[in-house]
Structures are given as C-alpha cells and as structure tokens.
C-alpha cells in the first residue's frame, strides 16, 4: 500500500509539486492522522467520505521537531464530556500549517493526559465559516510550493466532542479515565510517530532527464578549428550529472517505502549539480527548473534537515543520554550516512539480482545500468575518502586509482544517459522545459520564430496619439 501511494505521489509530483503537496497534506498527513492514529469508527467519519479537506497541525512557533515540547493545551471537562483546546502563549501558536486557510478539519497535537496525543478540531464548516474560538492567519508563499497555503492557527478555548481524541493508542472514558493499549509512555510516543512518518517526494528523476537530453544535444567549445563537442563530452559535466545516484535512491526509495523509513531519501545534490552547470537557460522559469528546485527545497521544512532525519534514524529512546549524545553526534551522523549508502547499494544489487540474469539480451540491456551500479559505488568511496585515509582503510595510492576508476565510468557511461533518462518513463508533458526539447506553454519564444520586423522598428502610427500629464 505504501509503496502504491508512493508511486501515485512521484507521478503528481513530476506534473506539479505543489499538487502533490498539497494532496499529501490533505490525504497523506490529515488523512495519516486519521488513518493511523484513529479507530476504524473515526476512519469511517472523519477521513473516507471525503467530504471535506483538512491539515496536519503539529509545528508550533517555539517547538518544531520535538513533538514532546509542545505547549498547546487539551482539558478534560467531564461535566459536558468534551475537550478545551486552547493556545496558552504565543509559542504554542501552530505555524506553517499547510491547507490552514481552505481546510475543515486539522489533526492537532495537543500535551494531555501522558504525553502528546492527536485531535480532530473543526477549523471551518462547510460553508468555508470559522469555527468560534479559531483564528487563521496567512503567512503567505514560502520559497517554493506557491500553490500550498500556509497559515497560522490559534485556539481560544475551543470545545470539541470527546470522540474527537484519536485512540489508536489512548481514548478517555466519560468519566475522565484515560487508558492505552500500551502502557510504556515512551513506547505509546514511539509508536505515534512512527505511524506518521510521511514519505518525501523528490524530482530528481525530472532533473536528470531534463540535464541528460540538454546536455546531449547542447554543444560548447572543442578543439581550435573543429567542432564544438556536446556538454555532454566535457569531464566535469559527466561527474556531475550523477545519473547513477538517481537510479540508486530510486531502488532504495521504493525499499525504503515498504519500511516506512524515509530517512533514506536524499535527493538535494541530483537536483543543484545539473542545475548549476546549464549556463543562463538553466534560471528561466519556463524550463521549470527553479521551480522544482525550490519546491524540493521547502520540504526540508517538513521533517527537518538531513542532518536531523539521520538523528532522528538513529537515536530512537536515547534522550535520557542528551549529554553524551550531542558530544558524539559528529560520529553518529557519520555512522547513520555509512548505513544509507550500505543499504542504498544493497537496494541497487537487489534491482537486478530479482531479474532474470540467464537472459543474454536482458544482460546487454542492463548492462548501462550494472556500469552505474559500480559507478555510484565508486563515487561513495571517493566521496568518503578522508574518513578512509584517516582511519588507514585506504592508501594514498588507492586514493588515487579510485579518483581514476571514478573518471574512467563516468566516461564509460556518458553515452548512455539518454537510455537510462528514457527508461524513467517520464511523459512529455510533465517534463514542459524547451532546455529538454519539451514545448512549454508559457514559453512562445523557444519554439517560435521571431516577427519579420521587431516591434520597436515596426511603423506605428501618431494619429490620435494623446499624453496625459498626471
């Protein structure tokens, strides 16, 4: 199923990553929320009539990723067996909530009873009317995902059903008695979140195949009274375009998906090298590279930096140990970037282990994509290389012969980017960049032929002609 949803979010994204957000925000996170986190009756009433739209409000102005600082408050009334959600401060102000100023609904993570928990809050009815005791405030565009509202959301005493709690893992009686099927309240935290860990979206495939196909027919410079040779044929541009990179977190982001462990999926270097090796044309918005760029930017945001997601892989329950870890985090990062490259690798050999290696043809076929195997290989080595010469696992030498075997692939497999970009299966019209060959509607200069005369020269006439003074 996860890999299903995962597959659908890659073919909106590679149309519009905006759109793609913002259905993750509505059916990935709100819906997450519910789905996850509520019983089969609050499914059933709350996320599949699909009658309305939600958000996932979890970030507050002074607490983001540590979900267990929050400060916004849920009281229990036993008298009308309802909840007071209220924001008791300005830090507890919940921010950068996407669909804030459409949606319904928002699943809100509220400090009660043991722990954070997990609230449906009507924000608006359906006729588009704050719900009383809501406030929204638009925080207007980020730097990319301009189709994605994002808002602030303020509760001022706001009452909600009892049945509103989410109780997957804890729900209140009538009488106020809380309960939870697990009774660790660090496991109950664990488990919470781990059901709501969202998957990442990313676009390098879209760059790659914009890159490739630019740099496969775009000449510049050669040998004094030759041709100019394709960018393409230039040393640094094939380093660069790192199409080996791509086809490894695409296996390993599927892999990753079955396991619901996202912090796998890094895709910011595949996106800024192409990107910044396609001179001037490479920044016009029409080819829809800085687009994509900043909307994959933003989603840093989300969860946090690559940084913070290998942390969160690796710590798990160890916050009693806050001292000693921070004093070690330089190696832990280390250590969890050393198990996604294994586990990346492994997913790459798996691609092709599963096929049918008796198959001449099949192994001719594939045998650009084994090259890449190697070649995504080498490059992790190499791209590791001090941590290696300064524990005495490589030599000078063999530093040396690496940086060669590296240059050597590259330019084994500069010829076939165009087959490895085809075999993404990317349709023309999500790729809409003329610096790929693809017409882009907003763009009538890339593909239409100038005026006979330019407009500045053309005769106009002064008949009627008035200036007003203001």
């Given at each position: 199923?996860?890999?299903?949803?995962?597959?659908?979010?890659?073919?909106?994204?590679?149309?519009?990553?905006?759109?793609?957000?913002?259905?993750?925000?509505?059916?990935?996170?709100?819906?997450?929320?519910?789905?996850?986190?509520?019983?089969?009756?609050?499914?059933?009433?709350?996320?599949?009539?699909?009658?309305?739209?939600?958000?996932?409000?979890?970030?507050?102005?002074?607490?983001?990723?540590?979900?267990?600082?929050?400060?916004?408050?849920?009281?229990?009334?036993?008298?009308?067996?309802?909840?007071?959600?209220?924001?008791?401060?300005?830090?507890?102000?919940?921010?950068?909530?996407?669909?804030?100023?459409?949606?319904?609904?928002?699943?809100?993570?509220?400090?009660?009873?043991?722990?954070?928990?997990?609230?449906?809050?009507?924000?608006?009815?359906?006729?588009?009317?704050?719900?009383?005791?809501?406030?929204?405030?638009?925080?207007?565009?980020?730097?990319?995902?301009?189709?994605?509202?994002?808002?602030?959301?303020?509760?001022?005493?706001?009452?909600?059903?009892?049945?509103?709690?989410?109780?997957?893992?804890?729900?209140?009686?009538?009488?106020?008695?809380?309960?939870?099927?697990?009774?660790?309240?660090?496991?109950?935290?664990?488990?919470?979140?781990?059901?709501?860990?969202?998957?990442?979206?990313?676009?390098?495939?879209?760059?790659?195949?914009?890159?490739?196909?630019?740099?496969?027919?775009?000449?510049?410079?050669?040998?004094?009274?030759?041709?100019?040779?394709?960018?393409?044929?230039?040393?640094?541009?094939?380093?660069?375009?790192?199409?080996?990179?791509?086809?490894?977190?695409?296996?390993?982001?599927?892999?990753?998906?079955?396991?619901?462990?996202?912090?796998?999926?890094?895709?910011?270097?595949?996106?800024?090298?192409?990107?910044?090796?396609?001179?001037?044309?490479?920044?016009?918005?029409?080819?829809?590279?800085?687009?994509?760029?900043?909307?994959s930017d933003v989603f840093v945001t989300?969860?946090?930096?690559?940084?913070?997601?290998?942390?969160?892989?690796?710590?798990?329950?160890?916050?009693?140990?806050?001292?000693?870890?921070?004093?070690?985090?330089?190696?832990?990062?280390?250590?969890?970037?050393?198990?996604?490259?294994?586990?990346?690798?492994?997913?790459?050999?798996?691609?092709?282990?599963?096929?049918?290696?008796?198959?001449?043809?099949?192994?001719?076929?594939?045998?650009?994509?084994?090259?890449?195997?190697?070649?995504?290989?080498?490059?992790?080595?190499?791209?590791?290389?001090?941590?290696?010469?300064?524990?005495?696992?490589?030599?000078?030498?063999?530093?040396?012969?690496?940086?060669?075997?590296?240059?050597?692939?590259?330019?084994?497999?500069?010829?076939?980017?165009?087959?490895?970009?085809?075999?993404?299966?990317?349709?023309?019209?999500?790729?809409?960049?003329?610096?790929?060959?693809?017409?882009?509607?907003?763009?009538?200069?890339?593909?239409?032929?100038?005026?006979?005369?330019?407009?500045?020269?053309?005769?106009?006439?002064?008949?009627?002609?008035s200036v007003k003074v203001l």
């Amino acid at each position: 199923m996860i890999c299903l949803c995962l597959a659908k979010r890659e073919i909106i994204c590679s149309a519009d990553m905006a759109t793609g957000v913002k259905l993750g925000v509505v059916c990935g996170l709100y819906g997450g929320a519910v789905n996850n986190l509520g019983s089969p009756e609050q499914k059933m009433k709350r996320y599949l009539p699909l009658q309305f739209t939600g958000m996932f409000a979890m970030t507050e102005r002074g607490h983001g990723s540590n979900v267990r600082g929050i400060i916004t408050e849920a009281r229990y009334d036993q008298s009308t067996q309802e909840f007071i959600i209220h924001t008791p401060s300005e830090d507890a102000q919940k921010m950068y909530i996407g669909n804030a100023m459409k949606g319904n609904y928002a699943a809100v993570f509220k400090m009660s009873f043991s722990g954070p928990h997990c609230f449906i809050v009507p924000i608006r009815d359906q006729n588009g009317f704050m719900w009383p005791g809501v406030t929204t405030i638009d925080m207007k565009h980020k730097q990319g995902l301009h189709g994605v509202d994002n808002g602030i959301l303020i509760f001022n005493n706001v009452r909600i059903p009892r049945g509103n709690l989410l109780r997957e893992f804890g729900s209140v009686s009538a009488d106020g008695l809380y309960s939870s099927p697990v009774l660790s309240k660090s496991s109950r935290f664990n488990a919470m979140l781990a059901a709501l860990t969202p998957t990442r979206p990313f676009t390098h495939c879209v760059f790659s195949t914009a890159g490739a196909r630019h740099c496969s027919t775009r000449r510049q410079f050669g040998p004094k009274d030759q041709d100019e040779v394709k960018i393409i044929q230039h040393q640094m541009q094939y380093l660069r375009l790192m199409l080996a990179a791509a086809l490894a977190l695409t296996f390993t982001t599927r892999y990753a998906a079955g396991l619901v462990d996202d912090a796998l999926c890094q895709g910011q270097d595949l996106q800024s090298n192409p990107y910044s090796t396609w001179e001037n044309i490479g920044f016009m918005m029409e080819n829809r590279i800085p687009s994509l760029k900043c909307d994959s930017d933003v989603f840093v945001t989300f969860v946090g930096d690559n940084m913070a997601m290998l942390q969160v892989f690796i710590k798990k329950n160890k916050d009693e140990f806050f001292m000693a870890w921070n004093a070690c985090l330089h190696h832990v990062n280390t250590l969890a970037m050393a198990h996604r490259h294994r586990v990346t690798l492994e997913q790459f050999a798996l691609a092709f282990a599963l096929s049918c290696v008796t198959n001449v043809s099949f192994l001719l076929h594939i045998f650009p994509f084994l090259v890449q195997f190697c070649l995504h290989g080498t490059r992790m080595v190499y791209q590791e290389r001090a941590w290696y010469l300064e524990n005495n696992y490589m030599t000078l030498n063999t530093s040396r012969q690496i940086r060669s075997q590296l240059l050597e692939l590259c330019r084994s497999v500069k010829g076939d980017v165009l087959k490895v970009v085809d075999d993404f299966n990317i349709p023309s019209c999500c790729i809409q960049a003329p610096i790929a060959g693809v017409a882009c509607p907003r763009t009538e200069w890339a593909f239409n032929p100038l005026p006979q005369y330019p407009s500045s020269t053309q005769p106009h006439s002064t008949k009627n002609l008035s200036v007003k003074v203001l």
